[in-house]
């Protein structure tokens, strides 16, 4: 054989071996799309899609998308109308189902328990569609994409008819289309017919997958009813109730919130406040952090350990931002401990272990003293000093998750619908709602308010730097022992700086040096006058280590160039299943 002949026994053996590959492609061969406008606005819509089953992606048949939600101007939903009135293949009945998807429907057909075998097959798809034509100052509007963009498949052939209500002459109607992938203005289409009422188009090539048809038809204004703006108005109510029951839903639960902030809400009207030398009878630091919060917060632990440290049964200990904390006490059986500071004691030193050190590794040791020492607090203060009122706030939760639910099934179970960008601002102020709620439906009791009176009066005492001020029941000097008497209760009051530097001045005033001071219960690389700045990051750190525990259709003009394919309503797509 010569080289010749061996040559093109090789390139006819490719040729046949891809037009065999090709004539075995699962492809669209002829899509043929017939619009009918309807006076009422509406459309009758009758596609003919002939295709080639392989046995790849069609095994049962095919699906159909299209689109019927959009946003429209000020981010509202604008749904137009989609309902199936005939499903066929090759001319006879055929099972098909309609489930939502995306921001419309999709529609399958064929049996799920019956399998095609490879070959053609045509399929009819019946539907009607409404709010799809633009009505503008001049002219009605059919933008409208009749070949989508979504097909997964080529298109070989493709006609697009459009049939106008009677009394349009050719010569007022005007016609032309784009065609390609989303966005694209190719011209590869004809215009085969144009007469009185009725445009025929088709495709002067084939369409690759994802690439579409989107024609343009226009005619002078009168033929075609325009909806009412009732009618408009309903169905953008339609198209956004979800939203509507969401935002009647925000103002149902404000209601509630305000009504029961005032019925049960209101703290009693304070009393005169004056400056007070001791802390509240019988209130240790770490409850009086939780009295005024009204709730435990990990301050209330950091007042605790403070507490401790001076009264001598641990030492704080700094280095290098890192904080440890020491035993100094062979047992916790002393009579002058609480029940909860034996507990939280024996928790961070069981055993003989003598050194706590404050880092992630034990997150679940100050986890567990927290919840001790929030117990215990609750268990002494809540319903005696301030009421939390939690069932209230439980209801409203329970209202939100309703409302939630009912914004749900009102966007039709669908997901993509339902976390748009409204509901999910609604969502975000009902949640922001919730936590303010939290916060203010907490009332203290008439004795809780005597109480948060004394606090303040007492908290006065400690930051004021001038002693004359505060009369002459004032404690003349602060003493290393009034020093570390109130510091606990300082810490739990944020107002340790001051009251450090309170001390400080005095010991300055009565000439001592500031550095004579050394407490047993602090030790590290900063001066003990730099407490408050310890007490903050000391309070981080255990919360730390706690813690590491498109546009709508008829919004816009596709006539005179202005169009694009993909730009007009309809669309979709489809393929194989």
Not at 88 to 102: D, F, I, W
Not at 103 to 127: C, E, P
Not at 217 to 233: A, D, H, I, M, Y
Not at 336 to 342: F, G, I
Request: hydrophobic residues 35%; neutral net charge; charged residues 20%.
């Amino acid at each position: 054989m010569s080289i010749f002949a061996r040559s093109f026994f090789v390139i006819a053996i490719g040729l046949l071996l891809s037009f065999s590959a090709t004539a075995q492609q699962e492809r669209i061969t002829n899509y043929d799309v017939d619009i009918l406008v309807r006076k009422d606005s509406s459309l009758i819509v009758t596609e003919q899609i002939t295709v080639f089953a392989g046995g790849q992606d069609i095994k049962r048949g095919i699906y159909r998308d299209f689109p019927t939600d959009y946003k429209g101007p000020r981010g509202l939903n604008y749904r137009v109308g989609f309902d199936v009135l005939e499903v066929l293949k090759n001319g006879k009945q055929e099972p098909y189902h309609v489930t939502p998807h995306a921001n419309g429907k999709r529609v399958y057909i064929g049996d799920k328990n019956v399998f095609l075998a490879s070959g053609i097959y045509q399929y009819t798809l019946r539907f009607k569609t409404n709010f799809q034509l633009g009505f503008f100052e001049d002219h009605d509007e059919l933008y409208f994409n009749a070949i989508g963009h979504g097909w997964v498949f080529p298109v070989e052939q493709v006609s697009v008819s459009v049939e106008l209500p009677d009394g349009i002459t050719a010569d007022k109607i005007k016609a032309e289309g784009y065609t390609g992938p989303q966005g694209a203005k190719g011209q590869d289409y004809r215009v085969d017919s144009l007469s009185d009422s009725a445009v025929k188009f088709s495709l002067t090539r084939s369409l690759n997958p994802y690439q579409g048809f989107t024609i343009v038809v226009t005619w002078p204004k009168g033929f075609v009813e325009e909806p009412s703006q009732l009618t408009r108005l309903l169905s953008m109510l339609w198209a956004n109730l979800d939203n509507g029951v969401g935002i009647v839903g925000l103002l149902a639960l404000v209601f509630f919130y305000a009504t029961s902030w005032s019925r049960v809400g209101k703290d009693p009207d304070p009393g005169t406040i004056i400056p007070r030398f001791e802390a509240p009878t019988n209130v240790t630091p770490f409850g009086i952090r939780y009295i005024q919060d009204m709730g435990y917060s990990n301050r209330c632990f950091t007042a605790l350990l403070y507490d401790l440290a001076v009264r001598g049964f641990l030492r704080l200990e700094e280095s290098g931002g890192s904080f440890t904390l020491h035993r100094l006490k062979d047992d916790f059986s002393d009579e002058s401990l609480l029940e909860v500071e034996r507990k939280v004691l024996l928790k961070l030193f069981p055993g003989s272990q003598a050194i706590r050190k404050i880092d992630k590794k034990d997150w679940s040791v100050f986890k567990k003293c927290g919840e001790e020492v929030g117990k215990s607090l609750k268990a002494k203060h809540l319903e005696k000093t301030f009421l939390s009122n939690d069932s209230y706030f439980w209801a409203g939760i329970v209202f939100t998750v309703c409302v939630c639910g009912l914004m749900f099934g009102a966007s039709g179970f669908n997901p993509d619908e339902f976390f748009d960008p409204v509901n999910l601002s609604l969502g975000g102020v009902m949640v922001l709602a919730a936590g303010i709620f939290k916060f203010l439906i907490k009332a203290p009791t008439k004795l809780g308010r005597k109480v948060m009176d004394e606090i303040a009066g007492y908290k006065m005492y400690l930051k004021t730097a001038e002693r004359d001020r505060l009369g002459n029941l004032a404690p003349a000097e602060i003493t290393p022992e009034l020093y570390e008497k109130h510091l606990p209760y300082a810490v739990a009051l944020g107002v340790d700086q001051d009251w450090t530097k309170n001390f400080e001045k005095d010991l300055n005033r009565r000439g001592q040096d500031p550095n004579s001071y050394n407490p047993r219960w602090y030790n590290g690389g900063r001066r003990w006058n730099d407490q408050s700045l310890f007490g903050n990051t000391l309070g981080d750190s255990i919360a730390s280590s706690i813690a590491a525990s498109s546009s709508p259709p008829g919004s816009s003009s596709g006539s005179g160039g202005g169009g694009s394919s993909g730009g007009g309503g309809g669309g979709g797509g489809g393929g194989g299943w």
